[in-house]
């Protein structure tokens, strides 16, 4: 699937590719993720970005991958305009910094199709994302962030949340002149596998705490049921 297709996320039946990863003809890396994720929903996960996870937090994200976390040009109430500037390994690599520049979906998705998604519950939470190398990734004039194209999309279920993750690894490459030799050295072949098990191990992580912090984080909005 090529970026320009992601609005086949917005159906929940299965795709071709639900969980694996695979070389585009213009040498970028797609790689996609499901994960379950019991009791946790679409408002809770775009909640968790808006939270904006510190290095404490982020290491309960993850801890073994994660090392760092700091956050810049943040809006109050939004995570769309942040930097998550990130330090984590990739299942075994060693610590790499990254700039993860959240952006809003509708630049991702066509925004009737995307209101229609949401209407019937195929989408309830959505994060977009460019991502670059590095604490200073190289920028569009628009200050677009030039990279990857990342998208986690949820849809709630009886049991919890289902968690579609993809990534286009490089997907602004192409278009800058650059051949496919450039994106596999960039994003070689093995990167794959290790963020495929990133990815599911860290939000697998998440699952078994997120909703107690969700209920602790807003029991002045929404006061906590005891469980007895």
Not at 39 to 49: L, P, Q, V, Y
Not at 128 to 139: I, L, Q, S, T, Y
Not at 173 to 181: D, E, K, L, T, V
Request: charged residues 25%.
């Amino acid at each position: 699937m090529r970026f320009s297709e992601c609005s086949r996320l917005l159906d929940p039946a299965p795709m071709p590719l639900e969980m694996g990863f695979e070389r585009l003809d213009d040498g970028v890396l797609h790689v996609a993720i499901r994960t379950d994720m019991p009791r946790c929903t679409g408002a809770m996960f775009e909640w968790w970005f808006g939270f904006r996870p510190g290095t404490r937090e982020y290491i309960w994200w993850h801890p073994t991958d994660h090392v760092a976390s700091e956050w810049a040009e943040t809006r109050e109430g939004t995570h769309v305009g942040s930097i998550h500037h990130a330090t984590e390994r990739f299942t075994g690599s060693e610590p790499e910094q990254l700039a993860i520049q959240f952006r809003d979906p509708d630049e991702f998705f066509e925004p009737e199709a995307l209101a229609a998604a949401r209407a019937a519950g195929a989408v309830t939470g959505l994060i977009c994302a460019h991502g670059g190398p590095g604490p200073e990734p190289k920028r569009k004039p628009d200050g677009s962030v030039i990279g990857t194209r990342l998208i986690h999309l949820c849809r709630d279920t009886p049991w919890g949340m289902a968690l579609r993750t993809h990534f286009f690894m490089g997907h602004d490459i192409p278009g800058m002149g650059a051949p496919r030799a450039v994106l596999e050295e960039m994003f070689p072949d093995d990167l794959a596998p290790r963020l495929l098990q990133h990815c599911y191990d860290e939000f697998s992580t998440l699952a078994r705490f997120l909703p107690s912090l969700y209920e602790a984080e807003r029991r002045d909005q929404v006061p906590p049921t005891p469980p007895w």
